[in-house]
């Protein structure tokens, strides 16, 4: 049996008549010679051959040249300069930029109280990362900077490290008794959770600088769609819980740990009669104006309009002089940002403990992912250099590090904003960040009087198009139930437990999935598509051959699916274990056979078959492990002690390389593999006449 297959292109003619039991005859017309996978490789000279060391290291030459290529290669700005087109580029540049500061400078005030800090240190973290990743990024419309998912986590990370000291007087930044300041009095004490989330910054630097070195942007693509839409919106309805006691002016006290959400409404539920009036009063005119402008005019007249209008800029400053001018903190008890301390921040080592490095590690993750996000959906022109934009985002949480700047991360809204404007380059960061500097510099103290309850209002709007991704929900239902699992489990997890299981919940989940479906791939005999030459799952509208079965798996052989793949093979084609037969003697009940005029042929001869070949379709197996070749392995042994013989087809690149290196093609056998179906059945029709 061996040496006829080993003599295929010897006595086969291109047309080879088939001869059925019935005397009924089919032309298999094969336009070529049928070969083996081997004979194929030769003929192309293919070869699977670990590549080595050495030959890496041949082919990489450590130049002069090279070396300053890839040093400039970090470092886009340098081109970015180069070919920069004063003329047409930099106008779209500068409008772009300061539209965008008027979104840096409330973000940036909102976003620092929402990470438990201050808002100037939310401002710097909208200006140093802003200033750095013009230096190391490559793509125009990411605005860097602060983001209020990328806040939340930071407050759960600074205020599960950082405890209020047991005796508390007021610092120097103690305010009067006429006003009501929410800002923490001890300055220490701010400084301390300050510290403590620039050294979070740190730890997401290095991580994120240390995989751009390495070339790992290729890690983007393991995060579903699905998990990030729920993810963020997760992230959503935190973000708005935290935020509705500060907008209804409700004190509640500081909730953390599981069930943290749950609590937190019901402290909410238990206060709500110590509401401040002037507070919600405050929040429903900012809620009116910000869906007026930004839903209606800003999106109805979006055509005509040169930019949107920054709608929210021009809150902060009318809330502002409303404040001052009414005296709405004394006369109504409606709590104001605070003083914030002009200058810049001197250059400060950030506090490091063991104790924040797994909560760092995840807000790295998140950091990618959603800058990353963004990026592709408003590049659509050019290919986003992931590795250079992970550089990017190391330098800028890493600089920022040194300036008591929590971790940094895109915001969509002023990322849309950018591709709006449509931004010619990363240089208009240089236009934000002047802005913020002037504020820093000369005009946040006249930011004092600010009303908190309208910059709780801005986060809440700002990220309430994340909550709309529930309208998702019944097109993943109908498209996959998987994905609709993980869009739940991420989002019950994320609001029933804490925020950070949301992340554990939907990624182990997603990978659980994963090996499942592969566990669930689909077994079945392939039969001959009657009058044509294509091989499809067995109907009625196909014909088999006598003593051969086709068998696919549609999954990879590896560890999760060995045993399945080895049991379902059995029980379609022969089970061959505790058969002690010679291979002269076995005879294997196969079922009906159909005639090529259609007819099925009879049972009683049927019977009688002789099954002499078992063809295993690998086209799926783009990944076998050590069980999966194990199993592959015991297959092909436990077939041949039964006389039958076992036939590989349509073989994956990986898997010949697999073959070629180990003994699987040994047992196998070089003359048992072939490059299509056609090929294994051309070859052992001969035999089966």
Known sequence: MTKNLSQENSGLDRNCRIQRRD????????LRHPKTQNSLDNLTEKEYEDVKCGDICADFQCTRTALLSYFLSLFPIVRTLRHYDVKNDLLKDAISGLSTACLHFPQGMAF????????????????????????????????????????????????SHVTMPPSHTGGANSTNDSMTFVQVNDV???????????????????????????????????????????????????????????????????????????????????????????????????????????????????????????????LVICGTVASYFGQ??????????GSIEAGLSPPSL????????GDSVVIAIIVFVLTISMAKVCETKNTINTNQELVAYGMTNLGGSF????????????????????????????????IILLILLFLGEYFQYLPLPILSIMIIMAIKNLLLQFRQLPRLWKLNKYDFTVWIATLLSGVFIDFPYALYCGVGLSIFLVVYQSQRGKFGLLGKLKNEDLYVEESQQTTSYPNVKIFKMESSLYFATA????????????????????????????????????????????????????????????????????????????????GIEVLLVRCTNSLLALMNRSELLETVGKEHVFPDIVDAITVTASDNY
């Open 188 to 314: 220490d004490f701010v400084e301390a959770k300050a510290a403590l989330a620039a050294g979070s910054s740190f730890i997401v630097g290095v991580l994120l600088l240390v995989l751009g070195l390495l070339r790992l942007g290729f890690i983007s693509s393991y995060m579903s769609t699905p998990f990030v839409s729920s993810f963020t919106t997760t992230a959503a309805i935190h973000i708005i819980t935290s935020q509705i006691p500060k907008a209804i002016g409700v004190h509640i006290p500081l909730i953390s740990g599981p069930g943290k959400l749950v609590i937190t409404y019901i402290e909410i539920f238990k206060n709500i009669t110590t509401a401040n009036v002037g507070s919600i009063v405050t929040s429903i005119i900012c809620i009116i104006v910000l869906i007026f402008v930004k839903d209606f005019i800003n999106e109805k007249f979006k055509s005509k309009l040169y930019m949107p209008i920054p709608i929210e800029l021009i």
């Open 563 to 642: 045993e399945s793949f080895r049991e379902n093979l059995y029980r379609l084609t022969w089970d061959p274990r505790g058969m002690g037969k010679d291979p002269e003697e076995v005879t294997v009940t196969v079922n009906k056979t159909l005639a090529p005029d259609g007819q099925q042929t009879g049972d009683l001869e049927c019977e009688r078959m002789e099954t002499k070949y078992v063809i295993i379709d690998c086209s799926s197996f783009n990944y076998m492990d050590l069980t999966g070749m194990s199993a592959l392995s015991a297959v092909v042994k436990e077939y041949k002690l039964v």
């Open 23 to 30: 005397d009924a005859t089919e032309n298999a017309s094969l």
């Open 112 to 159: 620092g109280i929402l990470s438990s800090l201050a808002p100037k240190y939310g401002l710097f973290t909208s200006f140093y990362p802003v200033v750095l990743y013009v230096i190391f990024g490559t793509c125009p419309f990411v605005s860097i900077g602060t983001n209020a998912v990328i806040a939340l986590f930071t407050a759960n990370l600074v205020e």
């Open 328 to 337: 709405l903190n004394p006369r109504f008890d409606i709590p104001v940002v």
């Open 403 to 434: 300036f008591r700047c929590f971790p940094s991360c895109v915001a969509p809204p002023r990322t849309i904003l950018l591709k709006t404007m449509e931004a010619k380059s990363t240089l208009n960061g240089i236009f934000s960040a002047v």
């Open 350 to 357: 950030p506090t490091l403990k063991p104790g924040i490095i």
